[in-house]
């Protein structure tokens, strides 16, 4: 049965209560300019922060709400290294073909997994750990369709209730978070400033998550493909296994290597979660 999410530390709650409160103000302004008669610069404010608050969340390069990495550190890059991550797992029907795949290319990669799928298949999660892989936070639940505009308690939930069942089934924290589909929310800074989480995004992927044809995933995962590169790719999906192993050649064709990132690895205790 799952652990209910710990409770949000105190300091945590003041944050987001005054974040919260922020993020009502450009309602208030426009209601205000609404209830004088500007009806024109109702309209500027009110678009002026859809079109800030979207880019915000919306665009996974954007930093207007939190810090995040994108790429791994010049002294990787120098070293034609790039780290290859897989989302949304463990899965069953794939993970273990992965993961024979990369023993194969002797390669390592960062396996961001889902809080609830995690729990059904905490071998999985064992067996990606103990093959020298890395294990990163995904959420608890993947709402990848409103992560953007969750409210803080929800926020909190998803990243310390995955946290808490990866933990629990690792021995040790993860250190990486990544967020569904990329996206950003103004609330999501203070759990993983709590939890002692770097954020993760990318910068080069093929589209896989939608993308049928690995041959057209694997000419995207080109045009992009760096030293240095962060790859998203998912485990789960029909052609997970083929495109990793395209992926890999591609690699080597490139003379590049498949590490894991320096920072922060191999994975540092786990803070308190219920410090304040
Ligand atoms: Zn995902």
Redesign the pocket.
């Known amino acids: 049965m799952a652990l209910p999410p710990p409770e949000q530390p105190p300091a945590c709650r003041r944050e987001n209560t005054r974040r919260f409160l922020a993020s009502l103000l450009p309602a208030l302004a426009v209601l205000a300019l609404l209830a004088i008669g500007h009806w024109g610069w109702a309209l500027v404010v009110f678009w002026a922060t859809f079109v800030v608050i979207g880019y915000g969340s919306i665009l996974p390069s954007s930093r207007l709400f939190g810090p995040h990495v994108s790429e791994l550190s010049s002294h990787q890059a120098q070293k034609n290294q790039v780290w290859i991550t897989l ?2 797992g463990p899965d069953p029907q794939t993970t273990p073909a992965l993961l024979d795949v990369l023993d194969r290319y002797q390669s390592k990669a960062g396996f ?1 997994l ?1 809080g609830d799928k995690a729990r059904r298949y905490p071998e999985l999660v064992q067996e990606i750990a103990k093959r020298g892989h890395l294990i990163g936070n ?1 959420s608890q639940t ?1 709402p ?1 369709a409103n992560f953007w505009i969750l409210r803080p308690n929800r926020m909190w939930a998803e990243v310390a209730g995955c946290q808490q069942t990866l933990t629990s089934i690792l021995g040790f924290a993860p250190v990486w978070f ?1 967020p ?2 990329g996206h950003h929310n103004l609330f999501l800074s203070v759990p993983l400033r709590a939890l002692g989480l770097t954020m993760a995004i990318w910068n080069c992927r093929g589209f896989d998550g939608v993308e049928k044809n690995p041959q057209r995933i694997l000419k995207r995962i080109a045009r992009s493909l760096k030293p240095g590169s962060i790859i998203l790719l ?1 485990d789960g999906t029909s052609t997970c296994v083929e495109v990793l192993e395209g992926t890999l050649k591609l690699l080597s064709a490139h003379g590049l290597q498949a590490a894991l990132p320096e920072r922060l690895h191999p994975p540092t205790p786990a803070p308190s979660l219920a410090e304040s």
């Open positions: 989302d949304d961001f889902i995904h993947h990848a990544r569904p589909v998912h």
